[in-house]
């Protein structure tokens, strides 16, 4: 059997992740969704390292100040300036939402691509431990385990991947029994190909591939999950901002200063709108195959 033939699938994936982006690029909403997101983490970015005012220091001299040159974005009740704690805020949405999808992604993939391809004994003790995992709702989940663990950004990530990883587990399993039937797996096995050669270039970057499709479709809710939690008073907690704390503030004086909820909600939706972007531009391209 040409052992060329029976390798391509690997060099393939190679390729195709290496022309991915340009892909992605090509693709209209995926372009769209890429230049809001890559606005949002310059935004971001730059807020850790940089705010034009001090972001957790009161100046009641200047509180509730509309939007003006000197604080685009208006100042709260305290006087801070909501352009510098959005700015400083950004990194704990964003970051917060990619960290918490990188975690469950990992775990997911590891402990379903582990059970779908060792079987046996292994594959039902990571399958119950998964059932058990998902038999509450996520937000139920979540919820329970701040209870156990009290409000917090630091408790509130760890509640986030415990609700969500099993569900990712679940799916890799499926992907990865699913692959292991394919014709050129197949072959590979027949022409004594090792085992985790196998696995690391048939199997598992077209399982990651997959896997990491639906968490991309997934970021925006994560963002919108981690405003909700915070905005409930469970997440970050004050001084400290963060866009769903941001709103929950500015619900006290929506009618007297409607500039504190403008903000923040526009960079949540702006936020969610770059991910179900992308996310959906890499569904078209991993169902077609093509450009769009």
Known sequence: MNMLNITRPALENRTTDRRLLTRLWRHHSGRTGLLIGLALIVFASLGVVWTPHAP????????????????????????????????????????????????????????GCLAGLAGGFTDTLLMRLTDIAMTLPGLVLAFAVLGLLGPGFVNLLIALIIADWAW????????????????????????????????????????????????????????????????????????HAEWGALLAESRLYFSLAPWLLIAPAGLIFLSVLSANLVGNALRDLSATGGDK
Do not use: C
């Open 56 to 111: 957790d220091v009161p100046d009641y001299l200047q509180a509730l100040h509309p939007p003006s040159l000197e604080n685009p974005f208006g100042t709260d009740a305290t006087g801070r300036d909501l352009l510098s704690r959005a700015m400083d805020g950004a990194h704990r949405s964003i970051g917060a939402a990619a960290l918490v999808l990188g975690a469950v992604f990992l775990i997911g993939l590891g402990v």
């Open 168 to 239: 990712y587990a679940r799916l890799s399993r499926s992907l990865a029994l699913s692959a292991r039937k394919k014709p050129h797996v197949i072959a590979a096995q027949m022409a004594g190909i090792p085992r985790w050669r196998i696995i690391t270039g048939h199997i598992l970057p077209g399982v990651a591939l997959q896997v990491g499709i639906v968490a991309s479709l997934a970021l925006g809710g994560m963002i919108g999950a981690i405003s909700g939690f915070s905005f409930l008073g469970l997440g970050v907690q004050p001084p």
